[in-house]
């Protein structure tokens, strides 16, 4: 396994959920701190063009393991499910382009809250049948691109569809196709699922990405979640992928940032 941390531009909305902004010097602290990639948030492919991000990674040496969508969602409110035919189209664009991205950088890119959400309009099977129009028209650029790209069950609190493993995983099987993934989040984990270590042993074949924050989504060690049982079961199912810390910058950036390389890279210097 390899362990990356989750960074945007220092142009992005409070929305995009990041511990460091800038992408050059955050891409040399995560070098300094030991982590071997960056997930990038992005809100477009022009914003991959817009601040260089081709020479800074390769300046740095540095991987990218993900591209994430919050801001999709967050800041640009589109989804895959909007009542809106042209949202819908636009939503799949962005992520055509986003896809594109991720294949010159031999990334993924993950599906959060851009799956959109239940509305009273619409039963679940309705707004089912729209997600996975939507996911299909994605296929032929993932093909193309020979990337990969991973749902996120995300909490009740944060969004109303999709929000524990087992639902994502029911998903991916009416899907039935091998670039499509779960991206498990433990901190979502500890509040839907029945067991994040047997939850993660049950849905192990459709694992491709997993996002670390301990259970009060501060850096680990300042929550409850075992880290070493967690990362263990990983092993134990045999993932061999990327994990990536997604936290709150508290009580700073850098402070949050090097103390969950502190906590969590022993368990990945082993391999």
Partial sequence: MKLAIAIASEKAEHSAFVVWRGFGPAIEKAKRAGFQGVELALRSEREFESE?????????????????????????????????????????????????????????????RARGLLTPERTREETEALFLDSLSQLIPEMERCHVDV???PVNRYEINYLNNTDEVCALLRKLHHPRFGVMP??????????????????????????????????????????????????????????????????????TAAFSAAEALLPFFSAE
């Fill in 52 to 112: 260089g991000l081709a020479e800074i990674l390769q300046r740095n040496k540095m991987s990218v393991s993900c591209v994430s969508t919050g801001q999709v969602f967050a800041a640009d409110g589109l989804y895959f499910t909007h009542e809106d035919p042209a949202v819908r189209k636009r939503t799949v664009e962005i992520f055509q382009g986003l896809i594109r991205v991720a294949g010159r950088l031999g990334a993924m890119v993950n599906i959060g």
């Fill in 185 to 254: 989040d433990v901190f979502h984990m500890n509040i839907e699922d029945d067991d994040i270590c047997e939850s993660l042993k049950r849905n192990r074949e459709y694992i491709k990405y997993v996002h670390l924050a301990d259970s009060n989504r501060y850096y680990p060690g300042r929550g409850h979640l075992n880290f070493e049982k967690i990362l263990g079961t990983l092993r134990t199912v045999g993932y061999q992928g990327w994990c990536a810390v997604e936290i709150l910058p508290d009580p700073d950036p850098d």
């Fill in 150 to 152: 991973v749902i996120e």
